[in-house]
């Protein structure tokens, strides 16, 4: 890559004119400006632990999913299961469901137990359990959703049926059961679409509003807004957002490209990738750059940090987004 020769042209600054520098060391990118400096590891390391248990309670009513599973405990009655009469009951499944699952069990491919929870809720006195199972892979086959009265003298759960597809879920405790409209709902997806699944506790009916094609990632942005890619059925690449209460989506970009989005944040950021080539599209100024590299990136506050290659950095621009100026420029030796 003959990258010295383009960072020259990227750099746009004024001469005489002080902005930021730009600089990369084991493993993290600085950014000093006047007298303030930021740090950037490269790659961004989680900063909390992912859930191993979530609990709901009444009074001494207690619901609980943990590594044993469901556990309900009133008063000093406890119990625990994997719900494992469930993965073949003809409540949720039809005779051919169960006779290819039976299968599968003989031959260990899946078992009867549950692997982990997609999400809960809480809806006043009862609560709502969304469990998964999984196969020998660690690739989910079926959820269902459970209930459980708090405020009753025995506390069971009680089998309530199947969303249309399945959730995004992977965590073994995640949190993809949402209450949408006073009602439990998940983003489903199947082979080549995908759809926003409902259950009404009232009417007791689930129902499924179909909403593209086939999903590749779904990134929440608030409790009823998300941004999503999927892949049309004549094979574009879609970016958009979605508002799930309202039932619309607007589409932010389209195109032959391999597509991500920089993160879930305002002004939403596509890279359209396509070979070593990368197009940054500010899809609310409209503005769009493209970089002769494969990139990847970081938003810093109200600027964008690139960098190429992707895993071990040789190059790195920082850029205003809204018109995709550079602003300062890194190059490794």
Do not use: C
Request: glycine fraction near 8%.
């Amino acid at each position: 890559m003959i990258i010295p020769a383009f960072l020259l042209s990227l750099h746009q600054h004024q001469p005489g004119v002080q902005g930021p520098t730009l600089q990369y060391y084991q493993g993290a990118f600085e950014i000093r400006e006047g007298s303030g400096t930021k740090k950037v590891v490269q790659p961004e390391t989680a900063s909390t632990k992912d859930p191993v248990f979530v609990a709901f309670r009444r009074n001494d009513a207690f619901a609980v999913w943990d590594k044993r599973g469901l556990t309900l405990r009133h008063g000093k009655v406890v119990s625990s299961s994997r719900l494992n009469d469930v993965a073949t009951s003809p409540k949720v499944f039809s005779r051919d469901e169960i006779l290819k699952t039976a299968t599968r069990i003989r031959k260990e491919e899946v078992t009867r137990d549950a692997a982990a929870l997609s999400g809960a809720r809480r809806l006043g006195k009862n609560v709502y359990f969304l469990v998964r199972w999984e196969d020998s892979d660690s690739k989910p086959w079926a959820e269902v959703l459970i209930e459980v009265d708090l405020n009753a003298a025995k506390l069971k759960p009680q089998l309530l049926g199947r969303f249309e597809g399945l959730s995004t879920a992977t965590k073994a405790v995640d949190d993809k059961l949402l209450i949408i409209q006073g009602k439990l709902a998940i983003v489903s997806r199947k082979a080549n679409s995908w759809a926003v699944s409902s259950y009404d506790p009232a009417s007791k009916a689930f129902e499924t509003v179909p909403v593209g094609g086939k999903l590749k990632s779904f990134q929440p942005m608030n409790l009823t807004q998300a941004l999503f890619i999927e892949t049309s059925s004549y094979g574009t690449s879609i970016a958009g957002r979605v508002d799930l209460e309202k039932g619309t989506r607007k589409i932010l970009y389209e195109g032959r490209e391999q597509i991500d989005l920089l993160d879930a944040s305002p002004p939403e950021i596509i890279l359209a990738s396509e070979g070593n080539r990368t197009k940054l599209v500010n899809s609310v100024s409209g503005a769009v750059r493209t970089i002769p590299f494969p990139l990847a990136g970081r938003r810093v506050g109200g600027e964008v940090l690139l960098w190429t290659p992707p895993t071990s950095p040789t190059a790195a621009w920082l850029m205003n987004p809204i018109s995709w100026q550079t602003l300062a420029t890194w190059r490794g030796h």
